[in-house]
């Protein structure tokens, strides 16, 4: 697990870079997400409804129901689904856990941190799904073929 990422927005970014890779139209489960993803089925579920009331992705229902994008994967950038998930919080307080902790009142590693935090909100905030789809068709047919 990273240290800024949750378990949880690591979970929401891959199921939605499956569903960037799954054939357009095509509706994919919660089962098939998880067993390609080799995550726990009841975990992914719940982000899954979570993507779906932040407007990520549609949910269908009935015989060849389940999830697809919501949105073109050029618009949904990796800040929205972050914060999305864990919040918009999620990039603020002191690493160390001060309260009060700021620019002002510097615990001993706010600059490195607020330096750290800086970068990550910008990487995340220039990187969408459709940049990532190539990279991540590498990774996931590693996963299914269990090479890592």
Known sequence: MSLLLSKKSEYAIQSLLYLTLTKKGLAVTAADIADHLQIPKEFVSKILQELTNSGFIESRKGKGGGFLLGKNPKEIYLIDVVKAIQG???????????????????CAVHSSWIKLLNDTKKMLGSRNLHQLAHKTVVKFDAIRNKLI
């Open 88 to 106: 918009n919080d999620v990039f603020e307080g002191c690493v160390l856990g001060f309260p009060g902790c700021s620019d002002e009142y510097p």
